[in-house]
């Protein structure tokens, strides 16, 4: 089951873009997704193709967390730790 099923994503990128999940979720600027952890920024074109289930930059699963704001494939592995122990997991989203 993916985090999108009761959300539409192409509104929820949307709403990304505008900077009102800002904070949350990756920082959108100039075509890329900036992580919300790290700060690494990814190509919003191949993070949106990674959501949908195609080749993009990262898998579909990492881009679901990346864009739920538990970091990206480049985030040092203590700080995803980190953030799954400040209890910031799929259910509360
Ligand atoms: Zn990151």
């Known amino acids: 089951m993916g985090i999108f099923d009761d959300y539409d994503l ?3 990128l949307e709403d990304v873009k505008k ?3 800002r904070g949350k979720h990756p ?3 100039n075509g890329d997704y900036y992580c919300s952890v790290c700060g690494e920024p ?3 074109y191949g993070v949106r193709v990674a959501l949908k289930g195609g080749v993009g930059d ?3 699963e ?4 990346f864009m739920k ?6 985030c040092p592995s203590r700080l995803h730790r980190r953030v799954e122990t400040l209890g910031i997991v799929k259910e509360n989203l």
Do not use: N, V
Not at 62 to 65: G, H, K, M, N, S
Not at 69 to 74: E, Q, W, Y
């Open 19 to 21: 900077g009102r999940a």
């Open 42 to 44: 990814w190509d919003a």
């Open 10 to 12: 192409e509104d929820f």
């Open 69 to 74: 704001g538990l970091g990206c494939p480049c």
């Open 62 to 65: 990492e881009a679901e967390r």
């Open 27 to 29: 920082y959108y600027e």
């Open 58 to 60: 990262m898998t579909r």
